[in-house]
């Protein structure tokens, strides 16, 4: 088989492994992320409780290693929640204003919570523990949150890679 034809296979086989269910918000019906208003006022961090009612968003573009992920929208505020055995995670770029990103304790999820505000961006990467040829430990990548917002644009992009 080529080497095309694997990755295609493994693409095929990442669009199809079934997703873990969401363990607070309630809906699992995504609305697009662009159809969804987003407020221009800063508002306060949301509260745990609050999340409950937070629809859950498709985002802008999705690679197969993000087919654990999913992402819900409250108010100007994204949370974008991965499955996988995170142990780590990281602020690569952007305005640190506002973000927080944390690991569940129970499901060992990375979650990052980052505010959508025109002219923003922000790269956090979600981070697994690997092994290298000779054992040892080495962090491995399991997931990138990307987000960016043109001060033109009429919705923000949002890539999970």
Known sequence: ???????????????????????????????PLESVPIPAEKSKVP??????????????????AAAGCRAYLLREWLRVRCAGEAFALSMLG???????????????E???????????KHVVQIWKAG?????????VPLVLVQQHWTRDAPAPTVTLF
């Open 47 to 64: 509260k745990p409780s609050e999340w409950g009612a937070a629809p859950r968003v498709s985002v802008t573009r999705r690679g197969p």
């Open 1 to 31: 088989m080529t080497r095309r034809a694997l990755a295609l296979l493994a693409l095929a086989a990442a669009a199809l492994a079934p997703r873990p269910a969401a363990s607070e918000p309630a809906s699992e019906e995504e609305k």
């Open 94 to 108: 952007g305005d640190a204003d506002g973000v927080a990103f944390w690991i569940d304790a129970a499901t060992k």
């Open 131 to 139: 092994k290298d040829a000779a054992g040892a430990f080495v962090p």
């Open 110 to 120: 990375g979650e990052v919570l980052v505010p959508l505000r025109r002219g923003g």
